[in-house]
């Protein structure tokens, strides 16, 4: 495949998550299912309530990490730019798009590299684990990660985008080795997601058996990438089969669920049509430690006013948040954390 092709594929992405409708069909992340027991005397104050955690070792002023969503082209280089301003202003997290354009082609490494704005932030790097069956090794991690100076590795796991995709790779078969050589040589920690169908008990164990330090179930609910590869599609015959798929995957909160579950003591990114900060407190009460969200940042990223659109988004959700606590009487994310959740 070209540069130009992949090239071209980031910049129709971009394009399509922008201006078309591309959430998930037919299923919910599961926010709506749940609701926490109002405590009319909270006993707290409202301004002393601590968001702060240490996620792979990093320091965080909030539980947020600004999800992967784009790079390899020249709008995603502005794109890319506000969303680390942001995470280094805010003191919260921020992992940039697929690297593989930027491996591929020099030229694009511009799109991705971040620090220069994000001198401190948690910045993560991004690689498609089957690209480890396609050529790409250790290596290329390692490139990927110098490439942004990043403080962990991120290698993302979409099937069904790529069972759908015009130009798809489709071969899985035995990556789960390959991606263990990654987490014993690439020198940074290994986060491993899905991009919205999430990652169920039984892959999460394998996984983490196999060296990988996080897991970011991703669940279904939010931005559908089998949706958003129905709009790439010129054949009516690929349009259809990608529709079928729109309501595919795990729920964002049964996935939270049942890794944590599974993994009590792993560390673990919850994310998946996160759009409110009552649904980052809710995923933190089901077992959470980190919270993702994309689409809602890139739209405001993408606005005239991107930057002021953008830190007033995540302030926004940063509040939402702590209002939240402060009504449950959590004065910090630990006691979040063992505050029960009721079914609606």
Known sequence: ??????????????????????????VTSGWGRYRFRHCALPELDLREIDTRLTFLGHR???????SSMTGGAAEAERINLLLAEAAEALGIAMGVGSQRAALRNPGVARTYAVRKVAPTAMLLANLGAVQLNYGYGVDECRRAVEMIEANAL???LNPL??????????NFKGLLPKIEAVCRQVGVPVVVKEVGNGISAEVARRLVEAGVAAIDVAGAGGTSWSEVERFRHTQARGRITAAVFAGWGIPTTQAIQEVRAALPQSPLV??????TGLDV????????????SAAPHLF?????????????GLLGLQEELRITMFLVGAPNLDALRRTPLEYA
């Open 1 to 26: 495949m070209s540069n130009d092709t992949t090239e071209s594929r980031k910049l129709d992405h971009l394009r399509i998550v922008l201006e078309e409708d591309v959430a998930a069909k037919g």
């Open 60 to 66: 965080l002023k909030a539980p947020l990490l600004i």
């Open 154 to 156: 991120i290698l993302h």
């Open 161 to 170: 985008q790529e069972a759908v995709q015009p130009e798809g790779d489709t």
């Open 270 to 275: 919850g994310s998946g049509g996160v759009r």
């Open 281 to 292: 407190a809710k995923a933190i009460a089901l077992g959470a430690d980190l919270v993702g």
């Open 300 to 312: 405001r990223a993408a606005e005239d006013r991107g930057m002021q659109a953008l830190t007033d």
